[in-house]
Nanobody, 120 residues
Framework: VQLQAFGRGLVQAGASLRLACAVT???????MGWFRQAPGKEREFVAV????????YYADSVKGRFTISRDNAKNTVYLQMNRLEPEDTAVYYC???????????????WGHGTLVTVSS
């Protein structure tokens, strides 16, 4: 299983950006999460969506601004990021897990990450 994230960019505060994570095999069996790592900080949870799309959780810092979704027919998960803030600057990683989790250890597969930079 390989994951590849798309959508890196440099945007101004207040702008929107959509990330996509393509999975090379059927993603139906996996819960999909987005994490991010800002410079000098540990990787942190952003959002997760269950394999069916019926369960979704967000970090408090992005709730109301970010939306996670998935298209199982395309084996792709998305992260729509609105009203971006400089504090959202980070490398964003998508992960696949058979367990619905807001923490890293259960994730079986990770993408290489995509850089999002938000200028003030």
């Amino acid at each position: 299983v390989q994951l590849q994230a798309f959508g890196r960019g440099l945007v101004q505060a207040g702008a929107s950006l959509r990330l996509a994570c393509a999975v090379t095999t059927s993603s139906v069996s996996y819960n999909m999460g987005w994490f991010r790592q800002a410079p000098g900080k540990e990787r942190e949870f952003v959002a997760v969506i269950s394999w069916s799309g019926g369960l979704i959780y967000y970090a408090d810092s992005v709730k109301g601004r970010f939306t996670i979704s998935r298209d199982n027919a395309k084996n792709t998960v998305y992260l729509q990021m609105n009203r971006l803030e400089p504090e959202d600057t980070a490398v964003y990683y998508c992960g696949a897990s058979r367990v619905l989790s807001l923490t890293e250890p259960p994730y079986d597969y990770w993408g290489h990450g995509t850089l999002v930079t938000v200028s003030s």
